[in-house]
């Protein structure tokens, strides 16, 4: 029972009022309620919070199982993205997120911006997004579908072929409905582009 304990003084200081579950000799898992975390690089800046009413620590495997995450990515201390989603994994010491089941990335520009997908992936060192299955993104003004999709620190959402893409009338009902090749959504400009294979083809639209 003493190396149990001694496991469990080296659990972090966040897990409080929680009761260990001893799987086999070497392994505890810590069941833990009303996760609330932040992850700092190596600067001291804030990179993301995360939330979960449900989760559990592996003491072997170093990894995080959480139930309905909230993710707050973060940009100079100011929520960037919010992200939720069924269930969650934080592995590699803190520093890859796994998402999966109804997965949903929310700006918080004015009108709403959604970005859905069955599974999420993110290193915090590679700073790209990857987002795979159903991935849907919606606006006041376009919905664009694909099966795969990068959301980069540069703020362009990049879709991999093939893409369908609904544009919006007044009344925010389908007004057009195209199938194109990959498709590059800008969140900050708001301007969608398309280019073909063999980029002779292009075009761009702003809302």
Do not use: H
């Not at 003493?2 to 080296?10: A, E, K, P, V």
């Amino acid at each position: 029972m003493s190396n149990i304990y001694r496991l469990i003084i080296f659990l972090p200081l966040f897990m409080l009022g929680c009761a260990p579950n001893v799987i086999d000799k070497n392994k505890v898992i810590q069941k833990i309620e009303s996760l609330d975390m932040t992850i700092f690089s190596k600067s001291g800046e804030k990179i993301y919070s995360i939330t979960s009413p449900n989760s559990s620590y592996d003491n072997i495997e170093l990894k995080f199982d959480l139930k309905n995450p909230i993710i707050n990515t973060l940009n100079g201390g100011e929520t960037k993205y919010i992200i939720t989603s069924e269930e969650s994994t934080l592995s590699d010491n803190n520093k890859l997120l796994k998402l999966k089941g109804n997965v949903k990335l929310k700006t918080l520009k004015k009108g709403g911006e959604f970005l859905y997908a069955d599974y999420f992936i993110w290193n915090i060192e590679n700073t790209n997004y990857l987002l795979e299955g159903n991935i849907r993104f919606e606006n006041q003004n376009i919905i664009l579908n694909s099966g795969k999709a990068i959301l980069g620190s540069d703020n362009i959402i990049e879709f991999f072929k093939p893409v369908k893409y609904i544009i919006k009338d007044e009344n925010n009902e389908n007004k057009y409905e195209i199938n194109s090749e990959n498709a590059y959504y800008n969140l900050t400009t708001e301007s969608v582009s398309f280019k073909a294979k063999n980029k002779r083809v292009k075009s761009i639209i702003y809302f």
